[in-house]
């Protein structure tokens, strides 16, 4: 079992920037690959990033260039630094861990972007 434990969240205008960190508790040791993902209003959970234990790094085109993964092991700590923030980035922002075919998911936060 992993547990999840996002924050960071919040409310900020049209081109600021935020940083999610998501820490991860349990059966860490067995952990692939973490990312996040978000869900807007509507819409489907879609992927964000991800980063596995090798330090590889994927993007959505979306926030490709804007959005950085990021990963502490000491820490057991995964971030998001979402820079050039827009309103259409304004989602429940959801932490993953990947075990073997098991999927964990962290609570979500709320980030909102005003124009």
């Known amino acids: 079992q992993v547990h999840l434990e996002e924050s960071g969240g919040g409310l900020v205008q049209a081109g600021g920037s935020l940083r999610l960190s998501c820490a991860a508790s349990?059966?860490?040791?067995?952990?692939?690959?973490m990312g996040w993902y978000r869900r807007a209003p509507g819409e489907q959970r879609l992927l964000v990033a991800t980063i596995t234990n090798s330090g590889s790094t994927n993007y959505a085109d979306s926030v490709k260039g804007r959005f950085t993964i990021s990963r502490d092991n000491a820490k057991n700590t995964v971030y998001l630094q979402m820079d050039s923030l827009k309103p259409e980035d304004t989602a429940v922002y959801y932490c993953?861990?990947?075990?073997?075919?098991?999927?964990?998911w962290g609570q979500g936060t709320q980030v909102t972007v005003s124009s």
């Open positions: 993953n861990a990947v075990v073997q075919i098991l999927w964990y």
């Open positions: 349990g059966s860490i040791f067995s952990i692939k690959a």
